[in-house]
């Protein structure tokens, strides 16, 4: 899915967001720091396209894959300097949006250095979501803020990454591409990154899983819940409102995870999938209040431990 130019990329959202605004007038101070906050994800993403990045060798995919790995595990990805500039803006965004005097502290331990950028976007982009809150909670900080801090900041180059290597065909590194890469992968976290879809878009009979991280696209090849397979009888799609039935989640009562599913007549361009995100949040508050979780990151290591520090 080609990239679309950053200042149509920001029309796009502005008007998604009037629009969003206008039905839900609630969700006005979250639409604007959502505002702060893509803005200056859209420019880190548009200077990154003129960064070099990692290439991943066909057999090293197929090989993970084979063994329900997702591509970046265990790789060392050089991260571009810039990069780290997004990390103070987006402290003070959060500040300014509600999160007060806790992101601040984060903001200044970056400028002190007692937070190392490039450790926290390198360890982010692996998704070792342990390692972040241990050394937060050692530093007093808010886990949960550093690690949103670290995923905002490391996503433009994760899904940079991931339509290089993935989504727009595997890199020529010497090997014959197959015809199909995603025949490969059927499960419910991205093959990309390991991280959960933030929604399900569908368009007409094809569903397309969005990775909530680097926003990657790819297919179950078959109807069933998104985190434990479960396809009996408890697993069912609900429409809250009959009026909106474009609109839906999939509620599993195997696990009680949900994920929301959207009719699309396109697929939704990086970062603007986190603005239909918001937009469906109702559904988040439907399900949640009927006892259904998303559930925490998939634990890759009961698959097989990191063999990296990331």
Known sequence: ??????????????????????????LAPAAALQQRLLRITIDAASALETTETASFAESSIVGKWARGLPVLRDETIAIPPGLTDMLGPLCTALADGGAGESALHIRDALAAKAIDAISLLSVSLARNQKAIRTSALHMGLSPDLVWLI???????????LSEKGVGR??????????????????????PFCGSWPALIEARGATHTLRCSYCALGWPLQSHRCVYCGNEGEDFVVAAPEVSAPQQRVELCGKCSGYTKVIDVREPTPFPLLAIEDLATMHLDEGAMARGYRRPELFDLDTIAPRTSTC
């Open 1 to 26: 899915m080609p990239t679309p130019h950053p200042d149509v990329l920001w029309h796009l959202a502005m008007a998604r967001w009037a629009e969003i605004t206008a039905n839900s007038p609630d």
């Open 150 to 160: 670290g995923e905002l900041g490391s996503a433009p180059l994760a899904h940079r």
């Open 169 to 190: 065909g595997f890199p020529v590194v010497g090997e014959k591409t197959p015809p199909d890469p995603f025949r490969a992968w059927d499960r419910g976290y991205c």
